[in-house]
């Protein structure tokens, strides 16, 4: 069956919980053993003393290593991405900052895509390198050949330890390539040592793109976005292998940097909904887009669905890839940041407010906002200027997003 029809269930038996039908919050810090022989059996499954025997489920001990709400959240989460092991972290940089930790220690490099999402921009670039580790970029727009030109520039191409991308990137929806970020990946491995590919896929998935089926690694979300998809919760997931995800769930032991038994309920109701909201979410983005595409005070948009065969590669990338033009739009108004900022100010039903992926269309303004912390160089090159504002697309009725829109650009003309 498809991920959406097992939502409401899976994972979940009702004889369990009172014959509850939805699974209850369960608030609780620790769990009761029956004996003490199944404690101690508990904790040598928990603690990597041995492996589960045959129909061995790791026992419920203390809700920093596992608590029902959080376990059947990440049961169901891994359906969509068809992955092995799913993690779920009190936050989306919770979950990226506790991969990067893992994967990494003093000496190493990490090679990364730009511009990421800038919390995580920060934590690379400011609070890696206090641990000795270095830092090498690439942008959208540069071939194989010269990407691994640019690792071998560093000097330190042997410390390569692992890739980290984001795509679609953020605000600007171009495109990376997963599949050859993995060849890179794979260029600089050897047989002693694997070098690992992490996606950050907030802005497509679950549903519009699975990077683990295009040679990731490791694939990361801030849940906070789609997959909470209320502005209600701050929430993060690591999904891959087995073997990896023993490592990253290992770290969030010890770090105890896991989900609450609240948020993971919350997510758990989300989930229910996630393919309908995304649909729509889809469909309202392509009526908007078509609007912006031809109004007479847009002078660009930013929308995965405008591209075509004439933008050779990212078009490519997109068939290759995505299942989804996304909910995401960026455009540049004609004028300045005063024309930007009326357009914001004159919105009526979009909440002038930064995140994304929620129910409610949202905009704002990358260059001040968002993306303020980005060396201004490289702002200019990504072209986050001060015309640029970013929607995200809700569930409204798409004639209303489209009717905001319109009498907020009106106000541009005054
Ligand atoms: C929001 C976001 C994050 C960080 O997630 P939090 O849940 O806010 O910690 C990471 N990556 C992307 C692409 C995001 O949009």
Not at 114 to 142: M, R, T
Request: overall charge negative; aromatic content about 8%; hydrophobic content about 40%.
């Amino acid at each position: 069956m498809k991920p959406e029809s097992l939502m409401m269930s899976y994972g979940y038996k009702p004889e369990l919980s009172e014959g509850a039908i939805k699974c209850p919050i369960f608030q609780t810090s620790t769990f009761v053993f029956k004996s003490a022989e199944e404690g101690k059996a508990f904790f040598e499954v928990a603690y990597g003393h041995r492996e589960k025997n045959e129909g061995e489920e790791l026992g419920l001990i203390y809700s920093r290593i596992n608590n029902p709400d959080l376990e059947i959240l990440e049961n169901r989460l891994t359906l969509w991405d068809e992955a092995e092991e799913c993690a779920v972290f009190e936050s989306g940089m919770a979950a990226i900052t506790t991969v990067l930790l893992e994967f990494l220690k003093p000496g190493d490099l990490l090679l990364i895509s730009n511009p990421v999402y800038g919390g995580s921009d920060h934590f690379i670039k400011k609070i890696l390198p206090k641990f000795g580790i270095s830092v090498a970029e690439f942008s959208v727009g540069q071939t194989k050949e010269e990407i691994i030109q640019l690792v071998e520039n560093t000097g330190i191409s042997d410390k390569l330890a692992m890739v980290y991308i984001e795509t679609p990137a953020n605000p600007t929806n171009d495109l990376i390539d997963i599949e050859e970020s993995k060849e890179i990946a794979k260029y600089f491995s050897s047989s002693e040592k694997e070098i690992y590919l992490a996606v950050d896929n907030t802005y497509m998935g679950p549903i519009w793109q699975h990077p683990l089926k295009h040679g990731a690694d490791l694939v990361l979300y801030s849940a906070t976005k789609y997959i909470g998809g209320h502005s209600d919760v701050i929430a993060g997931a690591c999904l891959g292998s087995k073997e990896l995800m023993k490592r990253v769930k290992g770290l969030r032991t010890f770090l105890g940097n896991m989900a609450s038994p609240n948020s993971g309920w919350l997510l758990l109701r989300s989930l229910e909904t996630l393919k309908v909201r995304m649909d729509t979410q889809a469909i309202n983005a392509e009526k908007v887009a078509a609007f912006l595409n031809t109004h007479p005070l847009v002078e660009k948009v930013y929308y995965i669905g405008n591209l075509s065969e004439k933008d050779g590669a990212q078009f490519n990338i997109k068939n290759k890839q995505c299942l989804s033009n996304g909910g995401m739009i960026s455009f540049d108004v004609k004028g300045a940041e005063k024309d930007a900022f009326r357009f914001l100010n004159s919105l009526k039903l979009i909440k002038l407010a930064v995140s994304l992926g929620g129910t409610e269309s949202l905009a704002e303004h990358p260059a001040t906002m968002t993306h303020v912390d980005l060396d201004p160089a490289l702002k200019n090159k990504l072209s986050i200027t001060e015309k640029m504002v970013r929607l995200s697309i809700g569930v409204e009725f798409y004639e209303d997003i489209i009717y905001d829109i319109e009498q907020a650009l009106t106000k541009i003309d005054k």
